[in-house]
């Protein structure tokens, strides 16, 4: 287990969203944020207190987390000092980088020396079997995405908080990094072998009871040439009752890909669609979420309204406004 509570590590990175393990931590359990730790050039704030390593520990904080997502999931060389400071000065580290703390030997001396531990949250703890493609008891809902970073992981989270005030049975199932920080449990989805991504998404969304729902964390999405076999993963290994769309209205290009335009809804709804319908012919869309963090209120209203009178499926900002609307589209 992960001692909590945590100093987030946001490092050098370039935009807010690169900073999103931060963010979604700091939105989604903020009772384990205490405060942020931010290198000179940093370009993302979590509003949280700025602590040196030796503050943080004053404070009661356990673990530094890696709270950036850069492309590549690489530790920088410029964040090595800070995370030997923090082992020595007793703190935990944990990453959910692609590159593992355990890979840099300068990390393992230190976490030795020191008696502490080092976290990878992004290695597969379980030998997952291969998808075999059989129906399942219980009702699963999928976030799928017009591109990265859009909305998906909030989206799950909203309706299982929702559908678990309303006393009814729901689980939100983690598939990457910072849902298995907030959570404790999940599958690092893009971490698995590929001739076992379905699998794994099968094994974490087992048989239960005929009116338990499963909120999947969506990764990806099926229109991003770089990241489009996990979301594929997600959707014949989940074998989704539901889907639920989900955009983020500025973005000009897809995520790290800039010759590359984003879909419309249209065509995201018509293409996961198709290929739901492989492993449960009566999947159907029931809802879509606006990330509209960027808009002011009035302009995220019409949005909205503009989105739902033309696509004719409810239409919400789940973390804004609230998930009832999607989790009423479900029934």
């Not at 859009?150 to 729901?170: D, H, I, N, S």
């Amino acid at each position: 287990m992960i001692a909590t509570p945590y100093l987030l590590f946001l490092g050098d990175a370039a935009d807010p969203l690169a900073a999103k393990v931060a963010q979604g931590i700091r939105d989604w359990r903020p009772d384990y944020a205490i405060g942020q730790f931010r290198l000179p050039g940093c370009k993302a704030d979590m509003r949280l207190p700025d602590m040196t390593i030796e503050q943080a520990v004053a404070a009661g904080v356990k673990t530094l987390v890696v709270g950036v997502a850069n492309r590549g999931g690489v530790i920088s060389k410029d964040w090595i000092a800070v995370l030997v400071q923090a082992l020595e000065a007793g703190l935990d580290v944990a990453s959910g980088l692609h590159n593992l703390l355990t890979d840099e030997p300068e990390l393992v001396r230190a976490a030795e020396a020191n008696g502490r531990s080092l976290h990878d949250v992004r290695v597969p703890s379980v030998d997952y079997p291969i998808a075999n493609g059989e129906r399942r008891q219980g009702k699963r809902c999928l976030a799928v995405g017009t591109d990265c970073s859009v909305g998906k992981m909030y989206t799950a989270l909203a309706m299982e908080r929702e559908m678990t005030a309303r006393g009814q049975k729901a689980t939100f199932r983690a598939t990457g990094q910072t849902g298995i920080l907030i959570t404790g449990d999940g599958v690092p989805l893009d971490a698995v072998v590929a001739d076992f991504m379905a699998g794994s998404v099968e094994w974490l969304t087992p048989d239960n009871d005929p009116d338990h729902w499963d909120l999947i964390e969506g990764q990806g999405s099926l229109f991003h040439a770089s990241y489009s076999g996990v979301t594929l993963a997600l959707i014949h290994g989940g074998q989704p009752d539901a889907l639920v769309l989900c955009h983020e209205p500025t973005r000009t290009h897809m995520r790290g890909l800039p010759s590359y335009t984003l879909p419309s809804l249209e065509d995201l709804r018509d293409t996961a669609l198709k290929m739901a319908r492989i492993v449960n012919p009566g999947c159907v869309v029931t809802g879509i979420s606006i990330n509209t963090a960027a808009l002011g209120e009035d302009e995220a209203r019409r949005l909205l309204d503009d989105i739902e009178a033309r696509m004719g499926l409810p239409t919400v900002d789940p973390y804004r406004h609230g998930a009832a609307r999607l989790v009423e589209a479900l029934v």
